[in-house]
């Protein structure tokens, strides 16, 4: 079945650094492709739509220039984290849709971000 | 404003329960409504569609416009049905709060 490879699984880094999470359509293209973040004991809450050679919509209150988000091709997103700081340690979960965004979603395993 | 309402944030029962996880949804326009299951250390899975209207793994849920509903059904539950149950609306995906099943034995 359709697979999403999220990429690094987990990331510990000092606060000032900018940190890039990778987001992999394996075996379909996906002209859309969602990033989300999950605090503990609560549920997904969606950021932003990537979307593939334009701009991403960011949902109200996240920052876009914090979270830079780069759909260069159908197969990859990424999200830049810039600057981290403690407050954006969170697991952040990337997905997309198969069937040119028709079908249903798959999400990648996510990944653990630790801001020291 | 879209919303998709999970009501319980934990449900335990006994093995060989009934289960019955709420799911309440509130936007315009036609539903389109899923259900994903996390594991343990697992990635989110889609369980089910309304579209489809299958059973997986025993489950079903069936759409209720008049109550605006999507409940989660499983009429004999097991151990390994224990996991997070997020329901899910739309095409970018609105995400319930989730509800932890524990099944006990």
């Known amino acids: 079945g359709a697979v999403v490879s999220q990429h690094p699984s987990r990331v510990i880094c000092k606060s000032g650094t900018s940190v890039k999470i990778e987001c992999r359509s394996l075996d379909f293209q996906a002209t859309t492709m969602f990033w989300y973040r999950q605090f503990p004991k609560q549920s997904l809450m969606l950021m932003a739509t990537?979307?593939?050679?334009?701009?991403?919509?960011?949902e109200q209150g996240v920052e876009k220039d914090k979270f830079l988000i780069n759909h260069a091709s159908l197969t990859l997103s990424t999200l830049t984290v810039t600057s981290a700081h403690p407050e954006d340690s969170s697991f952040y979960i990337c997905s997309a849709r198969e069937n040119r965004g028709l079908g249903p979603q798959h999400f990648g395993d996510g990944t653990r971000l630790s801001i020291l | 404003a879209q919303r998709v309402t999970q009501p319980e944030k934990l449900l335990s029962v006994f093995k060989g329960a009934p289960v019955e996880l709420k799911c309440n949804y509130s936007y315009s326009g036609s539903p389109e409504l899923f259900w994903y299951v996390q594991y343990s250390r697992q990635r989110l899975q889609l369980l089910l569609r309304h579209i489809s209207r299958e059973s997986i793994k025993g489950f079903t849920a069936d759409l209720n416009k008049g109550e605006t509903s999507f409940h989660l059904k499983k009429p004999f539950a097991q151990e390994e049905d224990s996991a997070m149950y997020y329901c899910a609306g739309r095409g970018k995906l609105i995400f319930g709060q989730g509800t932890e099943l524990s099944v006990k034995p």
């Open positions: 990537s979307n593939e050679g334009s701009k991403a919509t960011y």
